[in-house]
């Protein structure tokens, strides 16, 4: 649950700005000129837009989250809520090496797991259904309905506390690197304002559980001013850590969900 939640955050508790004021208020020099975290806040901003503005692009990355991993490979398009295609590959447990499909719509997720289920050969995760059946449902909901590249780079932003750890090159592109700590109850309140205030205490009592207090963001900018690469990794029982590379933006993206007469809910949903 917390791996699918790691875009939902926001605060701060490093206080680093690349050699400016440690206030995470920026502030200019004398002569005028941007401090450094201002002019890191005003890159990612530019790239928050550039990178909104083109709609679609070529996704793949890997996740741990505890003892499990996974691959995924596959497209994204956030013009109209999020309609994704994906092709994931687990490491450890039953599922060990056998490629799965997954398409997401704004309104549900599916998952063919490779192998037929009750003769049906994808299970349907419906957002509002989940949304009904318990408070982190619509947790789960909002997430999955806003997950698109720009709410990490949105997230920094907004948390005022960022910094520019050099140039890197990222896959054969010389991408600049940015880098903050926010805290994770304080992100939550911001990221999740449109859910109810029980839902809201539901999943920060989920997150106390777990132990999870703070996530690192990383992001690296390409000369365009486009995403190239984010990772996230939060802290806690379960700790999770997921890079994702972003290229080919603007590229065309077809999701068709499969038919309803080889779908199947999964049990007790």
């Not at 917390?2 to 206030?23: F, H, M, P």
């Not at 502030?27 to 000129?33: E, I, L, N």
């Not at 790239?47 to 990355?61: C, R, W």
């Not at 997950?147 to 090159?169: F, H, M, R, W, Y």
Request: with cysteine.
């Amino acid at each position: 649950m917390l791996a699918g939640l790691t875009a939902c955050n926001k605060g701060g508790t490093n206080n680093g700005t690349g050699g400016g004021s440690s206030s995470g208020g920026g502030g200019s020099d004398a002569a005028g000129a941007k401090s450094p975290l201002e002019a890191a806040l005003a890159s990612l901003k530019t790239a928050s837009q550039q990178t909104s503005d083109k709609k679609s692009a070529k996704i793949d990355g890997t996740q741990k989250v505890g003892p499990s991993s996974r691959t995924m490979k596959g497209a994204m398009d956030w013009s109209n809520g999020i309609n994704m295609t994906v092709d994931i590959t687990t490491t450890g447990g039953p599922m060990a090496g056998k490629p799965m499909k997954a398409v997401y719509t704004p309104q549900s997720m599916y998952m063919n797991m490779g192998m037929p289920m009750g003769g049906k050969n994808w299970i349907k995760y419906d957002y509002d259904a989940l949304a009904k059946k318990s408070p982190l449902g619509s947790v789960l909901k909002d997430a999955m309905q806003n997950n698109d590249p720009v709410k990490s780079v949105n997230l920094l932003i907004a948390s005022g506390k960022v910094q520019q750890a050099g140039k890197e090159d990222v896959r054969g592109v010389q991408a600049t690197h940015y880098t903050g700590t926010v805290d994770v109850a304080e992100m939550v309140k911001m990221q999740s304002k449109s859910l109810s205030e029980s839902d809201l205490k539901a999943l920060e009592a989920q997150l106390q559980q777990a132990g999870a207090t703070k996530e690192t963001i990383d992001l690296w900018i390409g000369p365009d001013n486009l995403l190239v690469k984010k990772r996230e990794q939060m802290d806690g029982k379960n700790a999770s850590d997921s890079t994702v590379f972003y290229s080919d933006y603007g590229t065309k993206v077809s999701v068709t969900p499969p038919p309803a007469s080889d779908t199947m809910t999964p049990p007790g949903a």
